[in-house]
């Protein structure tokens, strides 16, 4: 059987082995409290800093949303390169979800140029995957993003 970028099955310590291997999901974008979102916010000067709840939640949301894309996400390894072929070993590509729940916290600049800052609930999220051998993939990194009205958050 061909290995595929989005597993079958994700076992509880998914996330913690995708940060073992070079993620950084749980290290920047979870149990992150408000203070600190908003320090980096500062420091990395980006627009926007999400934050999931707990690990458990976090795996929860992404692997839901992989799940449910599967087909879509393998095509991209598989197919997504040059003359149809698999897409180079570290490319990376976002996707981004929306969930019908909130799924965490968004701190984020206001203004241009940026005066404020604001922070809120979101229902919207990231998930960057990075293409590694094999035709398998990465979890590089999933946070909580700012919604827009498409993503009809609650």
């Given at each position: 059987?061909?290995?595929?970028?989005?597993?079958?099955?994700?076992?509880?310590?998914?996330?913690?082995?995708?940060?073992?291997?070079?993620?950084?999901?749980?290290?920047?974008?979870?149990?992150?409290?408000?203070?600190?979102?908003?320090?980096?916010?500062?420091?990395?000067?980006?627009?926007?800093?999400?934050?999931?709840?707990?690990?458990?939640?976090?795996?929860?949301?992404?692997?839901?949303?992989?799940?449910?894309?599967?087909?879509?996400?393998?095509?991209?390894?598989?197919?997504?390169?040059?003359?149809?072929?698999p897409v180079?070993?570290?490319?990376?590509?976002?996707?981004?979800?929306?969930?019908?729940?909130?799924?965490?916290?968004?701190?984020?600049?206001?203004?241009?140029?940026?005066?404020?800052?604001?922070w809120s609930?979101?229902?919207?999220?990231?998930?960057?995957?990075?293409?590694?051998?094999?035709?398998?993939?990465?979890?590089?990194?999933?946070?909580?993003?700012?919604?827009?009205?498409?993503?009809?958050?609650?």
């Amino acid at each position: 059987m061909q290995a595929q970028c989005v597993p079958a099955a994700f076992g509880a310590g998914w996330l913690n082995a995708q940060e073992a291997a070079g993620g950084h999901t749980i290290a920047r974008h979870v149990n992150q409290p408000l203070a600190q979102m908003i320090n980096r916010l500062f420091l990395a000067g980006v627009p926007a800093v999400g934050s999931y709840p707990t690990t458990a939640g976090a795996q929860a949301t992404i692997t839901a949303a992989l799940a449910a894309n599967a087909v879509a996400i393998n095509t991209w390894r598989a197919t997504g390169g040059l003359a149809g072929g698999p897409v180079n070993v570290g490319t990376t590509r976002a996707f981004d979800y929306a969930n019908a729940a909130n799924i965490g916290t968004v701190a984020f600049t206001v203004g241009n140029p940026p005066n404020a800052i604001g922070w809120s609930q979101t229902c919207a999220f990231r998930v960057v995957l990075r293409a590694t051998g094999g035709n398998n993939c990465l979890l590089l990194t999933s946070f909580p993003r700012p919604a827009t009205p498409e993503d009809h958050c609650p």
